[in-house]
């Protein structure tokens, strides 16, 4: 596997040049400061699973954020910025996030979520953002429930690690995030080091000990056309559902958040965020796949996140969501708009990535 240091991940692997901007980038922020007791966010939401449909509570804790955006990062992530400063949050500090969300949870919810999602700025399995002490604190926390997702790159998917979660009696899936099953989209576009073969040894490592895998998929990150975006999907959802272990594929479309590559790219005109009728599209080419797919369109609507003509957005958007419920692909023929026929010229016609043809 990769060996998880800034250095390797950056020197010789021909994305000095994406990292150098990406730093770049990142600089213009201004300081901030975050509570290290407090979690970057926590929600509650509906989840579907192998196992049927939870509800579910969605923990971000806030760390020192992923090693790999200190080394410049992915082009469209922008979640760095909002890690607290200095590398580090200490077990307490991290204990107390995780009661903060308890709390929050106790107040909002009628009963205690069957199902718990743990993600961080980076990876919840690097002992850098997540000391062992604190997993294995987290997995007894949890034990009573039925299921968690722990989100980790690949290079951190140890048997040793996940076993912390499995060994209490909890099914664990373990979320990566692929991107793509194609490495030279993922390198180039995403800037992003691993490859596909680094993804199928994590999902190996995952099963020794019972668990499974979940793949986080983007769709149209920088420098792919909207068509090739599209078809970048479909091939990659086939590919993860033909890996032994990964039940569940949720392909997200990229939305443009401060301080990143994409972010400047659409200030410039360079970038336009995906269709919502291609997340459509795809979902519903890709249902009979034998792996469960979902999508969170994360500002649909907005010209920042993914949309259509601005009419038809919200009918779109819910039944994206019914999708991710039920896996049943006649929910998208219950919608219809006019802008369908711009979404299909565009498909046909939009060859350059820097010149999105609609708005």
Same mark, same amino acid.
């Given at each position: ?122 990876? #919840?399995? %690097? ?5 062992? !002490?604190? =997993?294995?604190?987290? $997995?007894? &926390?949890? @034990? ?51 490859? #596909?073969? %680094? ?5 190996? !490592?995952? =099963?020794?000990?019972? $668990?499974? &895998?979940? @793949? ?70 890709? @249902? ?72």
């Amino acid at each position: 596997m990769s060996q998880p240091s800034p250095e390797v991940y950056e020197q010789g692997r021909g994305m000095d040049a994406h990292n150098q901007v990406m730093r770049e980038l990142r600089a213009e922020k201004g300081a901030k400061n975050y509570d290290p007791h407090e979690p970057t966010r926590v929600w509650l939401d509906e989840d579907n699973t192998p196992d049927g449909v939870y509800q579910s509570l969605t923990i971000i804790l806030n760390t020192g954020g992923c090693r790999w955006a200190r080394a410049g990062g992915c082009t469209m992530c922008g979640y760095v910025a909002e890690s607290v400063e200095g590398g580090s949050v200490g077990h307490d500090a991290l204990m107390d996030q995780i009661q903060a969300c308890l709390d929050h949870e106790a107040e909002e919810a009628e009963e205690e979520a069957g199902l718990v999602k743990i993600y961080t700025s980076g990876s #919840f399995l %690097d002992e850098r953002e997540v000391p062992a !002490e604190t =997993r294995k604190a987290i $997995a007894d &926390v949890f @034990a009573d429930r039925e299921r968690i997702v722990v989100e980790s790159l690949p290079d951190f998917v140890e048997a040793e690690r996940v076993s912390d979660f499995t060994d209490v009696g909890l099914e664990t899936d373990v979320a990566v995030g692929l991107e793509t099953a194609t490495d030279r989209v993922r390198h180039d576009c995403v800037n992003k080091y691993f490859d #596909f073969a %680094d993804f199928e040894d994590a999902a190996r !490592e995952a =099963r020794s000990v019972g $668990a499974g &895998v979940k @793949a986080y998929l983007l769709m149209k990150p920088p420098f792919l056309s909207e068509s090739e975006a599209v078809a970048d999907m479909k091939r990659s959802i086939e590919r993860c559902a033909a890996v032994e272990g990964c039940h569940t594929v949720s392909m997200n479309p990229t939305n443009v958040q401060r301080y990143t590559m994409v972010d400047q790219l659409h200030f410039r005109g360079g970038y336009r965020p995906p269709w919502l009728w291609s997340v459509a599209e795809v979902l519903e080419e890709t @249902a009979d796949e034998d792996v469960i797919v979902v999508s969170d369109p994360v500002g649909n609507g907005s010209d920042r996140g993914p949309h259509n003509c601005g009419e038809c957005d919200d009918l779109v958007y819910e039944a994206i969501k019914d999708f991710d419920l039920r896996q049943d692909p006649s929910v998208f023929e219950e919608v219809s708009c006019g802008c369908e026929l711009t979404h299909d010229a565009v498909l046909e016609r939009e060859t350059a990535y820097n010149l999105p043809l609609a708005e």
